[in-house]
Structures are given as C-alpha cells and as structure tokens.
C-alpha cells in the first residue's frame, strides 16, 4: 500500500493535488475490493498541508474495550474490596501467564465444550507450537500449582488471581472477548464445609460491594454415580432427538450433560422432564451436598438448588454454583464456580481435590455503575494554587516536598487564572486547597480551603522554607 504515502492536500486551497486523485481513487477502489466498512474499522484523517501523509486513525479491536479514567474507579473499589476479603480468609495472590500451551485448555475445559469447540483464541507460534490465550484462570493456576511444586508448601492452598481472559464469542453487554476475572481456588480439602466456606466468600464480596444477587448451588455428582445418569439423559435424549439443534444432537452422544448448558430456548424447552442427576448421586455425594445445604444455612447464606446447572466447563464435580443478577438481562450470572476434584491428577500432579469460582468484573462493574453514578477512584489530598511566578518557583519545590512526606498533591503548570484552577481542584476531587501568591510569601501565611465543608482558615508558614511541607501536612491531617 505504498500509494498511501503520496496523496497530499494544497494548503492554499484545501483541495486535493492533482497527483493526489487517482492515488485515492486507488485508494477507494482497494477497500472496496476488500469489502472494508470505513465506519467500524478505521477513518481516514487528511492533513492539510502539502508535506503531511494521508494517516489512517487506528480503532480498538471488536470486543475489546478501553478501561478510561472515570471508569477505574469503580474496578479499583472492587478489586481493593475483594482483596481485603481474600486476605481475611487466608488467600494468597498468584499471577499466571496470559498464554498456555493449548493442550493444558483442552485437557481442562473439555474438548467438546464450546469455550474449546469454538471460542478460544488459539494460534501456532515461531516455534510451530499451539498456543491459546487463556479462556478462564483455574487451569492456569492449576498447572502453575503442579509446574512449581506449591503442593509442597502445606496441605491446603488457597490462591486467587485478577486479570484478562479472552474468548472470541459475539461481543454484547456484559461480555467482551477481553474480559476480567477475580479467580479463586482452594487445593487440598474435600471438606463440604470448603465448599460452604468459598460459596460465604462470594456472597460476602458482594454484599460489601453493595451488590445482590441470588446463589443457586448444584452436585454434579463424581465417577462412580455419574455413569448412571448419563445413561439416562442419553436415553431421554434420543428419545427428542429429532427436535434438538445440532451442536446438542452432536452432543447428546459424546457428553450429555453438556446439552442441559445449551442456550437455545427451544432445546431447553425439551429438557424441563429431563432426569435429574440428584435422583442418581451416590451416598457420598448425597451427603456431602446434604452437608453443603445445611452449612450454607448456618451461616444464614440464602440459596436456591437448581438441579439443571451443569457449568460450562468438564472438570467440574460435585458442587457447583452460580452467582445471579435479574438487572443485566440475558447476562444475569455474574460469578461461577464448583469443585474439582479429578483436575490436578488430570494435570499430572498429586491426587488433591480442590474448589474454586470466578467473578466477572465488567458485570459487578456495570452493576455497581447503574447503583451509584459517584467516581470511586481516590482522592487528591491537596491542590495548590500559584499566583505568579515567584509563587510558582516555590510551588513547584513545595509540591514535590509535599509527596516525599506521603500526600497527595497537584498543581497547575500553565499559568492558569485563580477561577481556573479551583476548578481543576475540584476536577481532581482534592480535600484541601493551599493558596500561594506573593502576599502570602511576603506574610508567611496562606489560605487553606477544606473543599468538602467549604471552611477556609490562614495557616502561618514557618520561617524555615525546608519546614513548610512538614507543618502543611500537620494542618491537613488534623482535619
């Protein structure tokens, strides 16, 4: 496309050089070959001068979004609140790559699901090797767990992680090909009351987010009593098999349960008298999810079986459970999870049971956005403003004092009106406001507003310039 580098634009006229017309009459011809729609995938911004290029603007990707500066403080909040919460109850942060082998997804999640089947950003490397962008975070930290011996360190471990997934499903709202997930996982303990404990946790992070939500549980059962079920979910199912789509009929022999995840209402219209795999739990599994119900209520933690709820993922066992909103339409879960038992001796690690679950952070985003408009990001402790340039000089030495002694502060560089700049103070939430002009250098006093009650009083500067940010401080947090 080397023509893009001639078309150049007269700056007397602000017409296009005569050169220039067939290189964008070219130009036009080639993005309609290619069936380029100029309004989602980029614009063509033309400089007018006869020295500029033509510049293409580039546009993020489909599905994946930009976190801008007024929406950091509602992830912030959350993610701060979460942390808190997962360090009460013992968890310790692990941070895993983004890219894994593909084969450990496959393995995992199962090949016949649709996060697999359809869903994963996969792609071969330099190397000739498969390599996936991770779709979902337990069977990284599952592998690392393994990879780096953390079975070793003590019989149970408890780890959670913050970051992006990635699936190319049709971008809507509440989901994004980049997504972010708060991911926990307890490895070591096949206790029920694990299970109830990990279910509390969730229920708490969202209550001290100020969010609700309803908690529906489930038991997928384990080896022994599963084989039963699916025999008779295969039974009823082809015995409806003309009436199913295609990926369920496909399934139907392969993995049955994953048909009772699809998402055509018609294929669940078809499954509401299908078995229940409650009717067909062992006497371990019957007790243990008996276990579960009565330790949730204990705890005074509300919830709902749903006995449909399978996940969408294979290696899950026994318990299961779904975090539901009714405020964001068709998106309602907004955190997932169940036990895993098999996963690690899958993995080619020790035989450790283990539980986890994930919460999406764009969802509890847009819930806690529609629940109160307020910016929750930080705020600025002070906001200095200069009159003059002498006051700036000594400003600008004070600001930079002011931080070294742990506070917060800004100020304006360019010269700006006093009007001005108390806007920028309140544009950047600042509590107090230090004025700064030649009378109060002269006078070694300043006035200092607290910008939430209004209040405005003088505050003496001392004598010593070195000892202004110290006594400055002091005057702040004794309010």
Request: aromatic residues 8%.
């Amino acid at each position: 496309m080397q023509f893009l580098n001639k078309a150049r634009i007269c700056p007397a006229s602000g017409s296009l050089s005569s050169q220039s017309m067939p290189v964008l009459g070219t130009l036009l011809d080639f993005l309609i070959a290619v069936r380029v729609k100029l309004s989602v995938y980029f614009f063509i911004l033309i400089h007018f001068s006869c020295n500029e290029e033509i510049i293409l603007s580039i546009k993020a990707l489909k599905g994946f979004k930009d976190i801008l500066p007024d929406e950091v403080g509602h992830w912030q909040f959350i993610e701060q609140t979460a942390r808190k919460i997962f360090h009460r109850y013992g968890f310790e942060e692990i941070r895993v790559p983004i890219l894994e082998k593909t084969e450990l997804f496959v393995r995992t999640i199962g090949e016949s699901t649709d996060i697999v089947e359809k869903e994963m950003y996969t792609f071969v490397d330099r190397n000739g090797s498969s390599i996936t962008m991770r779709p979902e975070g337990t069977a990284s930290v599952i592998r690392s767990y393994i990879d780096n011996g953390l079975y070793v360190r003590g019989s149970v471990q408890r780890l959670y992680t913050i970051g992006p997934m990635f699936r190319h499903e049709r971008p809507q709202k509440g989901r994004l090909r980049q997504f972010h997930q708060m991911s926990v996982e307890v490895l070591g303990s096949n206790r029920a009351t694990i299970d109830t404990e990990v279910m509390a946790m969730a229920w708490q992070i969202l209550q001290e987010i100020g969010l609700q939500a309803s908690l529906e549980i489930n038991s997928l059962g384990c080896a022994a009593c599963r084989p039963s079920f699916k025999e008779a979910l295969q039974t009823f199912l082809q015995e409806r098999i003309q009436h199913l789509c295609e990926d369920c009929r496909r399934r139907s022999s392969s993995n049955p349960l994953r048909v009772l995840d699809c998402k055509s209402e018609h294929c669940q219209a078809q499954y509401t008298s299908a078995p229940s795999i409650l009717d067909h739990l062992c006497e371990g599994c019957s007790q243990h999810f008996a276990e579960v119900k009565q330790t949730l209520s204990q705890l005074d933690v509300p919830f709902a079986v749903n006995a449909k709820m399978v996940r969408g993922l294979d290696y899950y066992t026994r318990t299961t459970f779904e975090l539901i909103t009714t405020e964001l339409g068709s998106q309602g879960a907004i955190g997932a999870g169940g036990r895993y038992d098999g996963l690690v001796r899958q993995l080619g690690g020790p035989e450790v049971p283990g539980i986890g679950f994930a919460l999406g952070m764009e969802r509890l985003v847009m819930l806690l956005s529609q629940k109160s408009r307020q910016d929750l990001g930080p705020s600025l402790d002070l906001f200095l403003i200069t009159l003059g340039e002498k006051a700036y000089e000594k400003g600008f030495v004070l600001l930079q004092k002011l931080r070294a002694l742990g506070l917060g502060a800004m100020m304006d560089h360019e010269g700006r009106s006093m009007k001005n700049q108390m806007k920028q103070a309140d544009k950047q939430k600042a509590d107090f406001v230090l004025i700064l002009g030649e009378n109060e250098l002269t006078n070694l006093e300043a006035p200092l507003k607290d910008m939430r009650s209004g209040e405005q009083e003088l505050v003496e500067l001392p004598p010593a310039f070195e000892d202004w940010a110290s006594s400055i401080k002091t005057k702040i947090r004794q309010k």
